[in-house]
């Protein structure tokens, strides 16, 4: 498969460079360097038209770029919310725009969406939150407008997880406390997940068994979240 894969460089979307390394992969990030893949340098705050994009028969995107940017108050600026709109969302609309033609004239294609609990419930930041939800109502609707091209439109909404840099390996690397007591009070099995379980997951809705999961977008949090979807 020719796969396109968002936040390359770092945390899960470096987890899911390293699982796919078979195919033929296309490494988008703001930094991401490989011998083996095509590296596209994009800073999603900061849209230019790439240079010599090929996206002639790219099979799959996954979008793992996001993030909170480390913006915590209740009342963002009007460029915070752009830039956490442009990291969650923007640059992913973006990026699906370039491809979809493509996609609709080979009727067939599958986009996964990273998204997140916080699409549900309020467990980030108020910007943090907002884009997330916002994510995944793209994710829906996208998914009932592409299901008649035969294009799988889809997205994971994980719980807490952890892998090299991410959210989670900071926390516990900077407050061993506030760590414990996130895993004793939000984890129900007691443990923090790994990276590694979501693959399965992103391994089956880029494949042709997902046919039926246009516009879904899946919890997959070992029963962190108290919504009900």
């Not at 360097?33 to 705050?45: G, M, N, V």
């Not at 699906?96 to 609709?104: E, G, R, S, T």
Request: aromatic share 6%.
């Amino acid at each position: 498969m020719r796969i396109l894969i968002t936040g390359a460089s770092h945390g899960l979307g470096a987890v899911v460079v390293k699982h796919l390394d078979a195919h033929e992969l296309i490494l988008v990030s703001r930094s991401v360097q490989s011998e083996k893949h095509r590296c596209i340098p994009l800073d999603f705050r900061d849209i230019q038209t790439p240079r010599n994009w090929d996206v002639a028969n790219v099979d799959a995107v996954i979008h793992c770029a996001g993030g909170g940017l480390g913006m915590k108050s209740p009342t963002p600026s009007p460029q915070e919310l752009y830039d956490l709109f442009m990291v969650n969302l923007g640059g992913q609309v973006y990026l699906n725009n370039i491809v979809l033609p493509d996609m609709i004239r080979r009727k067939q294609g599958y986009i996964c969406h990273v998204c997140s609990i916080a699409s549900g419930e309020a467990v980030g930041s108020v910007g943090y939150n907002t884009m997330k939800a916002s994510l995944a109502a793209y994710v829906r609707s996208l998914g009932r407008e592409m299901s008649p091209h035969n294009i799988v439109i889809t997205g994971i909404s994980p719980g807490g997880f952890r892998c090299p840099d991410n959210a989670m390996d900071r926390l516990e690397r900077s407050n061993v406390e506030a760590y414990r007591r996130f895993v004793e009070t939000r984890l129900p099995r007691g443990r923090m997940g790994e990276a590694e379980e979501l693959l399965p997951i992103i391994d089956f809705l880029i494949s042709h068994k997902a046919s039926m999961m246009g516009g879904s977008v899946i919890p997959i949090d070992a029963g962190e979240g108290h919504y009900y979807a």
